[in-house]
């Protein structure tokens, strides 16, 4: 089973940026479209970006603009440039394949706050 550990998260100012990192632990990721997720408070986890194995991505409208999703197969890792932070991307940020086929790791929190 690949275990996901997601980092880079952080309390922030609206319209500041962060860069997410998710490092998995084998190298299998690179065979799989790859996705980072969210979960709001009270919300249910939503799908914000997906990136394809050669690195066509896509987004959600909510963050279309100002996120930027990335991979190194090398590296067997998924990044995620958040730009224009906004206080409704306050959530736990999570990575797993566009299927959702693996454990989930533990999220990284991300606080937009003034």
């Known amino acids: 089973q690949v275990q996901l550990v997601e980092s880079g998260g952080s309390l922030v100012q609206p319209g500041e940026s962060l860069r997410l990192t998710c490092a998995a632990s084998?190298?299998?990721?690179?065979?799989?479209?790859m996705g980072w997720y969210r979960q709001a408070p009270g919300k249910q986890r939503e799908l914000v970006a997906t990136i394809s194995t050669v690195g066509s991505p896509n987004y959600a409208d909510s963050v279309k603009g100002r996120f930027t999703i990335s991979r190194d197969n090398a590296k067997n890792t998924l990044y995620l440039q958040m730009d224009s932070l906004k206080l409704e991307d306050t959530a736990v940020y999570y990575c797993?394949?566009?299927?959702?086929?693996?454990?989930w790791g533990q999220g990284t929190q991300v606080t937009v706050s003034s």
């Open positions: 084998a190298t299998i990721f690179r065979i799989y479209t």
């Open positions: 797993n394949t566009a299927s959702e086929n693996w454990y």
